[in-house]
């Protein structure tokens, strides 16, 4: 199955950005939805947004909504998370995952190929 790479992550102070990057192994990449989940510490790995196969539909969880977007370019297999004003509770690792489902983004079950994710801190 497709392979997931995450990239982009680091540490940054509260109100910066970062913009993530997940390139995809191959090109049935092009057929995939697309979802960014996230785990902090001792916490379970929550939604953070998805994309469609075709990148007409997002979606994010509300804690990001207005601060975080979603994109995708599937000429070159990648997906990306750009992220602004970051705040200390977004530090978590992040995950790329794919899914051949169109509906139910948020939950992690509807994900067949995970990344192995990225650090990002975001300090006070």
Known sequence: ??????SGGG?????GSLNLSCVASE???NYYGMGWFRQAPGKERVFVAAI???GDNTYYADSVKGRFTI????AKNTVYLQMNTLKPEDTAV??????????DYVAPDRYHAWGQGTQV???S
Not at 11 to 15: P, T
Not at 94 to 103: K, M, P, R
């Open 11 to 15: 540490l940054v102070q509260a109100g």
């Open 27 to 29: 090109r049935t990449f």
């Open 94 to 103: 992040y995950y790329c995952a794919a899914t051949v489902y169109h509906t």
């Open 71 to 74: 994109s995708r370019d599937n």
């Open 1 to 6: 199955q497709v392979q997931l790479v995450e």
């Open 52 to 54: 469609s196969w075709s």
């Open 121 to 123: 801190t975001v300090s």
